[in-house]
Structures are given as C-alpha cells and as structure tokens.
Antibody, heavy 119, light 109 residues
C-alpha cells in the first residue's frame, strides 16, 4: 500500500519561498509508472493542481503558477519536493502530494499540510 | 484550459434518498478522462469514479457515474450517513492540465 506524507514549515512569511517535501513509502518513485504531483486547496475552497514530476526529473506545471514553482525529485530518498517563491496570503492553503499515472486520475494522496502565509 | 462547473453548489437530502450531482465542461472532455472525488472535512480527496463511469477500488456500487462530451453526472442511489461530504469532478489529459470543478456540498436535510 503506497503512502505519501507531506512535511515542511506551517508558516511562511510573505515574499519568501514555501518549501515542502513529500515522502513516498510502499512503492518506489523510480518505478517509472507514475508522475508525482502537488495539489493545493485554500481554506474552504476548491482544489488546484500545481504540477508534477517524473522520476527522471522532467516536470510540468500549471501555467498560472509556472513562474513561481519548482518541483524536484530525490530518488535516493524516495522523495519529491515543492518550492513556491514570492508567496502572498493567497498562497495560504492545504498542500497535498499525490500519485498519478499518465492520462489517469490521482489515486493516492497524502493527508495534506496547511501552510499559512503571514508575517 | 477546460473549465468544469458543478451544480448545484449545495444539495440537501436525507439518508436513503437519491443524489444527482452535475459537472459541465467548457469544452468536450474525452469520457476516458473524467473523475469524481469525495472529500470529508480534514481529509484528502478520495477517488470514486474514473473514466466517467468506472468505480475505483473499494467504492460501493451505490455510486455511479455517467455522461459524455461536456455533461457528466455522479449518482448516489441511496444515501448513507457517511456519504455526506463535498464532491469534486476532475478532468485529466487535456494538454497535460488537470482541472477540478468547484465542488458540490452534499448535506443532510
């Protein structure tokens, strides 16, 4: 059974960079079958896909966030990470990591971690 | 970008009743690429339906999906107490973009 777990600071100051890591257990990121994604959900609002990474390092980002997002992978640790720069209060959200196959829905999700942007 | 619009925003029903949730796309979605998720407070979304009509592993058969083109429906045949939650539709496969509807809240009447 695959499990994903997000970790990182719960509070980030405006204009700084949000950094989160997702640790995958029960399966290998390097298996090549899946893409590894980040999705966020502002409090009381809907879901927004941020981007994904393949184990090789190739990435694809939501165009609306592309200029501020970097997703990276560390196959040796079975982890992938999210960096979102120049954050504002609008970036306050629960951030989820999730697994997805090409042309398929998100089948496994982490529990989510709330990141608040505030001074 | 394909925009998904869900209706109604809130649906108030009683246990045992039938629920019908709608998801309309701004342009045609291949029926292979439409999913439904259930989200309860404080939890991550759970995949219910993929490919517009296929149930995910472990999903009870009271949940069913239908539709094609721009109009899709999630039906819950007989509501159980644990079914009251927020439901999201999602399309996948359009220019490698994943988009979600804004959600329908299913609440107890």
């Amino acid at each position: 059974q695959v499990q994903l777990q997000e970790s990182g600071p719960g509070l980030v100051k405006p204009s700084q960079t949000l950094s989160l890591t997702c640790t995958v257990s029960g399966g290998s990121i390097s298996s090549g079958d899946y893409y590894w994604s980040w999705i966020r959900q502002p409090p009381g609002k809907g879901l927004e896909w941020i981007g994904y990474i393949y184990y090789s390092g190739s990435t694809y980002y939501n165009p609306s966030l592309k200029s501020r997002v970097t997703i990276s992978v560390d196959t040796s640790k079975n982890q992938f990470s999210l960096k979102l720069s120049s954050v504002t209060a609008a970036d306050t959200a629960v951030y989820y990591c999730a697994r997805v196959k090409a042309m398929a829905p998100f089948d496994y999700w982490g529990q989510g971690t709330l990141v608040t942007v505030s001074s | 970008e394909i925009v998904l619009t869900q209706s109604p925003g809130t649906l108030s029903l009683s246990p045992g009743e039938r629920a019908t949730l709608s998801c309309r796309a701004s342009q045609s979605v291949s029926s292979s690429y439409l999913a439904w998720y259930q989200q309860k407070p404080g939890q991550a979304p759970r995949l219910l339906i993929y490919g517009a009509s296929s149930r995910a592993t472990g999903i009870p058969d009271r949940f069913s999906g239908s539709g094609s083109g721009t109009d899709f429906t999630l039906t819950i045949s007989r509501l159980e107490p644990e079914d009251f939650a927020v439901y999201y539709c999602q399309q996948y496969g359009s220019s490698r973009m994943y988009t979600f509807g804004q959600g329908t809240k299913l609440e107890i009447k």
